[in-house]
């Protein structure tokens, strides 16, 4: 942990047990919201290496592991340990380990990228074969990847943890090097392989300009400012809405540059792909549609635009819209036929922040190991529990390129690691594997500057860890929590398996 981190982690300590002693709980509960102690942060500082687990499995096998991601450096700390007979290979061409969640600070202007990013050589494990390349091509019918510079690489088993990627070239018009101009910014842009955190950085100056824009304009001309999400899944779900709240809170005059508020002087849309709810969730939905968008008053939801082509020129974006319509009445339903419509709808924007298609890597997405159709297609067909292949048994996910109904966060990769770890050397040990990931997801939804709803949930429902506090309620601890706890948890002992 670097000094910063450390002075940063001890001072939130102090304030955050006060703030919750003044609500009544105890020290005791305010160490437990915040997970950890300071010299539990502290641990596996300066190095890969972790104590050994007391029981670790003989078998021998070579583990092949694609992905130098939180997924793929993850398994490979907790295999390691694991399986001290193994050999371990991971395959991963990125020299640079970026903390993704950290974008969205930068966004807001209160992280900077020195800040989210490392070597990734810190955390590879010591005794793991690494591997500088990059797959593409998987061959799971003869146990075997084939990489761009080394050629062929055999395995015993393989878990795949190669990630999302961003398909901005399927919006027409788009282009990478658009974004940060004309309005057009991109939180997510970012590449690993070169270290690149463009995406944060272009939404920070955006934010920025934004607010210039908006002390010219007026509540009776203002700004047009669309915030989009795509119909695809994508990493961080509650992403979108981030920028949402925390650009118009921004203009609130609240952030790192203060001054006065001028968010009237701007009309805000949120246009959703796929959909007609802010959160799957109904406790949390309701905070969003009840409380938290009626705080700004100036945001108007559009439901089922999905954006497919933008003017960057004459600034206007295009949106793909179902809808449906009453028909005739069915006397055999009791009920009238609701048709299906659908039609283009242009929205002229003065700044438009765009969150792009996904699919799984694209140099998986068409595999054997991807799922052929359906909801999934291009995604691991991995069984929703074990994590395990449902075809090549041998095969594992882990993290984002899971076709699971949950689990397109770091906080799920989190709890996808031991899953892998136990069923995996079950099998190894030719045993069932027996370990079940419930479908846990964490989105730390960021309301307002200062406050966050910490919304937890799994395949039944919510599943708020810290069940004293309602989980659906915006708080100044989880922001604490999410900007000066959770990265160096993640850089000391998420990517080396200890929690």
Not at 347 to 373: C, G, R
Request: overall charge positive; proline content about 6%; aromatic content about 10%.
């Amino acid at each position: 942990m670097d000094k910063k981190d450390i002075k940063n982690f001890k001072n939130v300590q102090e304030v955050i047990e006060e703030t919750l002693k003044s609500e009544g709980l105890s020290r005791r509960d305010a160490l437990k919201i915040m997970g950890l102690s300071t010299a539990g942060v502290m641990v596996g500082s300066g190095s890969a290496r972790a104590e050994e687990p007391k029981n670790t499995s003989k078998a021998k096998a070579h583990i092949v592991i694609v992905g130098g991601g939180a997924g793929g450096i993850m398994a490979a700390a907790r295999l390691r340990r694991a399986a001290s007979n193994a050999k371990i290979t991971l395959i991963a061409p990125n020299e640079i380990h970026l903390y993704q969640p950290g974008q969205v600070f930068m966004a807001a202007g209160l992280y900077t990228a020195d800040e989210i990013k490392r070597p990734n050589k810190d955390f590879v494990p010591d005794g793991v074969n690494w591997v500088k390349d990059k797959v593409v091509e998987f061959d799971p019918d003869n146990n075997q990847v084939v990489t761009a510079k080394n050629g062929k690489i055999k395995y015993d088993f393989l878990v795949v943890g190669v990630g999302i990627s961003y398909q901005y070239e399927q919006i027409e018009g788009l282009t990478t090097d658009m974004l940060g101009k004309n309005g057009i910014a991109s939180v997510y842009y970012n590449n690993p392989e070169t270290g690149s955190v463009k995406g944060g950085e272009i939404t920070w100056e955006w934010f920025k300009q934004m607010r210039a824009a908006a002390e010219k304009a007026s509540p009776n001309n203002p700004l047009n400012v669309i915030c989009t999400q795509p119909a695809t899944p994508i990493k961080c779900g509650g992403a979108p809405q981030k920028i949402l709240y925390l650009s118009d809170d921004f203009l609130r005059g609240n952030g790192p540059m203060g001054g006065a508020d001028v968010h009237k002087n701007a009309k805000f849309y949120f246009t959703k792909g796929k959909g007609s709810k802010l959160f799957g969730i109904k406790s949390y939905n309701d905070t969003l549609e009840k409380h938290v968008q009626p705080m700004y008053g100036n945001i108007e939801n559009k439901w089922n635009h999905n954006l497919i082509k933008i003017d960057p020129v004459k600034k206007v974006a295009t949106f793909h819209h179902t809808y449906q319509v009453k028909g005739e009445w069915d006397p055999d339903l009791e009920d009238y036929d609701y048709i299906t419509k659908e039609e283009n709808v242009e929205m002229p924007y003065d700044f438009i922040h765009i969150v792009p298609p996904m699919t799984a890597a694209n140099e998986f997405k068409n595999s054997p190991l991807a799922w052929q159709k359906g909801s999934g297609k291009g995604w691991l067909a991995a069984d929703r529990y074990t994590l395990q292949h449902i075809k090549y048994k041998n095969v594992f996910g882990i993290g984002d390129v899971l076709g699971i109904p949950l689990g397109k966060t770091g906080g799920s990769a989190r709890h996808h690691g031991p899953i892998i770890q136990e069923n995996l050397v079950a099998v190894m040990e030719g045993k069932e594997p027996k370990a079940k990931f419930d479908g846990y997801t964490v989105c730390p939804l960021k309301t307002q500057y200062g406050k966050i709803m910490l919304a937890e949930f799994n395949y039944d429902g919510p599943a708020p860890t810290f069940s004293f506090l309602d989980p659906a309620e915006p708080r100044w601890i989880w922001w604490a929590f999410d900007l000066y706890m959770l990265k160096p948890m993640y850089w000391n002992l998420m990517l080396r398996g200890l929690m």
